[in-house]
C-alpha cells in the first residue's frame, strides 16, 4: 500500500554530467556559429507539439522540473571534452568549457494541458547557449509528457479509483523511474518502482508476484496455502494476495481460509477480468470478506479501465500501456529557432511549417471554469478583453538569466493538473477519437491586437 | 561522418547503484522468503517473449552486454537501504546489505534472433538472489530487444545503404543512448548521440539543421548562402549542407555554387522524399556534383526505407521510428519461475502460461545455413542428430558463480547479428505481417528425447 509522499524531488546524489546527451550536430553547429561571428545573435527557440497523437484531445505537459534539475548538471568537464574534442577546434572546446546557460526560459508549468502548437517552452539567449540544450530538452519533455498525456486518460477512465503504475519491466530501466513519475503527476496513487520513491518520492506498492506462490511447491505438488501463510505472517493481514497462479476461486477459497475475511485485498492479473470481478467480489462477500479489495492487473489501458467502470473493482494495475505511451510513446515536440535578433524566422518546407516569432499564451475561460480557446500572441502582445470570458496566462518563468526559478513541488505540480483537467469541456474527456478539445488561435506579430 | 568505432564499452565512472530499479515487490517477496525459509531454494527462472509484436518474422536480442555491466553496479548501500527500510525488517535488510548474485545466467548472446518462447535468458540460483534481478533485467532487455528488433528490419530494408540513428530527442534521454547502441549492433552506421560514442563506442554523425540556416537571416531576411559558406569553412567541403529549409531546388544551387562539386552532402529532411531525391540528384549531376550524397530523412520507418530503394538515395537518417520501436516500443519479454528444487513449475492461467522446466534451445540449420527450426529441450536433455540439419546451441555462459564471463565487444556483436541474419529463411525478411520466420517446438521434460 501507499507510503506517505514528500513534497519535494530530491536531486540524486553526484549526478554525472548530462552535457553529453545531445546530439553532435548542436556541437558543429555552435563550432561554425562561434566561428562566423553569429554564436551569440539574440535568439528565441520554442517547443510545441505540431499535432496531438492521432485522436487525441489534449496532451499533458511532463517533465518540466525533471528537465530544469537536468539542466543544472549540463556542464563539460574535461572528460566531455575529451569526446567530442576531435570534431571540434579549441575556440569550441573552451567554449563548452565555460559554457553555462545564461539565458530565460519560460513555459508551461508541469502538469497543465497542451494543445497543437502551444509554445510549452520558450528558450530565450545566444544562438549557440540555446541551441546547445535542444536534445536534452526535447528527451526529456517527449518522453515525460508522452507518459503524462496517456496517465491522464487512464486517471480520468479510472473515475476516481486508484492506479498502481507497475510498468518499470517493459521500457528502459530510467525511463521508468520517470515514467512512475509522470503517471504520479496526473494522478495514479502509486507506483512499484523503488527508485522513483527515492529520487520523486513518488508513494511506493507492491506484494508479491506468480513467482512466490510457484516457490512454494513440493514434491507433493502447488501448496498455494502456505505461499499465503507466508506472505500473510511477513506482511500482516492487509496484504493484497495474488490469487490466480493456479484456480481462481479455489485461490480466493484459500487466501480467506489463510488471512480471514479481514484480507485486504486480492489481485488478480489475467483472463476476463470483468467477469472475474464480479465472481471474485460475490465469492468474498459470501465468505464475509466484504472490505477485501480487488486489485486487477493484465494489460490494462484506458479503454479497457473505462470497460470495468461498473464492475466491483477497487484498485487498477497498469503496465506496459502506460509506459509505452498507450500507442503514442512520444509526444511529437520539436525545438524551433523562432525569432533572431527581433526578426521572426521559420522554416517554409511542406508539412514542416512553424509559426514565426516568439510567443506567449493564453487561455480563454467561461465564468464556469470551462476552457474554450487558446490564443497565441506575439510576445508582448496583449488581447483585448472579452465579455464573459477570463484570460489565463499559461506561461511561467522557469528559467530567469540562467537560474532555474523555484518550482512547484511534485504534489503541488499533480494539483494543478487536476484542477487543469476539471476546465476539459466535457467532450476533452472522451476516450474516442476526436479534435483537439480546446481550439488553438494565432495571432500573427504585427496584427493589430498584436 | 562516422568517426572510428573502438571495440568494447566503457563503463561510465562511479555509476551509482542500480538495485533501486526495481519493483517494490522483489523486496517484499524476499522478506517472506526469508521468514518462512524458502528463499535460497534452488531455483531456475526464465526470460521469454509469448510473442513477436504483432505480424514480426523475428526478435532480435539487445541489451544482454548492457545488463551484465548494470548487474555488476546491483548493490545496496546504506542510502538505498533506507529508502527500502520502512517497508523490511531487518533480517532482510541485512540481507540486503550483503547481496551479491552468486549464481549463473546463460542467454542469447546479443544480436541473436529469437522467436515465441525462445529463453533468451536463463538464471540459476536461490530464489531471492533470482527473484531480486527481475526488474533490472526485464527493463534493459525489454527496451533494447525492442529497439534491436526494430532496427533490424531497417537496416534489411536499407540494403547497404548506411543508416545514421537520430532519434534521441524523441525518447527518454537515456533510453536514447541504449537505443543508439541497440541500432548499431543491427548494422544502423552511426549516430547523433554523443554519449553513445561516449559509452558504446558507437560512431558519430552529425553536421546541422534548420536553426543554423535560419540564425543566417538579417533585415533583409533569409541568407541561406552565407549559412552555407559557414558551414563549410568551418567543417570543410565534405560536410552535408541541409537543402529543405526554404526552396530546395534553390537551396541546392546554392549549396554547389558555395561549395563547388566536390561537396560531400545534402540532406533532405522533408516533403516526397523519392520524389526530391530524383530531382535533387539530377540537378546535382548537372551541376557536375556527380558524388556529393543524397542523405534523407523525416519520419522514415522500415517502410519508407523499403519504398526509397529505386531512389539515388546514398544514405537515411532514422529518428521517432528507430527509438520507439517502430509501433513495437517493448519487447513484451517476461521472467518467470520454470523450476524449484528441480520440479518444474508454471502458472496455469488462461493467455498467460508458461512451460515449465528449465530449458536450453537448439537451431537446426540446412548445410546451407538456412535456419528451419528452433528446438527447445529440458535443459540436460539432448536432440537426435537428424540427416542434412546441423544442431546449434544458442545459449552461452554469460554468469560463473555470480561472475560475468568476458563477452563480445559491441563490434564483435554487430558481426555475430549480421551472420544470424543470413541463416532467416528467405520469407523471414519480408516486412509485410507473417508467423514467425523459424518455428518452435518444445521437448517437455520427462519426454523420451528429454
Known sequence: MPSPTPTRSSHPPGSPSTALLTDKYELTMIRAALADGTADRPCVFEVFARRLPAGRRYGVVGGTGRLLERLEDFRFGEQELAVVADSLDERTTDWLRHFRFTGDIDGYPEGELFFPGSPVLSIRGGFAECVLLETLALSVLNHDSAIASAAARMTSAAHGRPIIEMGSRRTHEEAAVAAARAAYLTGFAS?????ATRRHGVPSAGTSAHAFTLLHTGPEGPDEASAFRSQVATLGVDTTLLVDTYDISRGVATAIEVAGPELGGVRIDSGDLGVLARQVRSQLDSLGAHRTRIVVSGDLDEYAIAALRAEPVDMYGVGTRLVTGSGAPT?????KLVEVDGIPVAKR?????????AKRAVR??????????????PWSGTLPPEPGLNQRELMVPLVRAGSPVPGPSLSRSRELHESAMVTLPWEGLALSEGEPAVPVRVVPPGSSTG
Not at 331 to 335: C, E, N, P, S, T
Open 191 to 195: 507506483t512499484s518502482n523503488v527508485e
Open 364 to 377: 480563454l475561460h467561461r465564468s464556469s471554469g470551462t476552457a474554450v480557446e487558446e490564443v497565441l500572441l
Open 349 to 357: 518546407s511542406a508539412q514542416k511549417e512553424s509559426l514565426p516569432g
Open 331 to 335: 509526444a511529437g515536440m520539436v525545438y
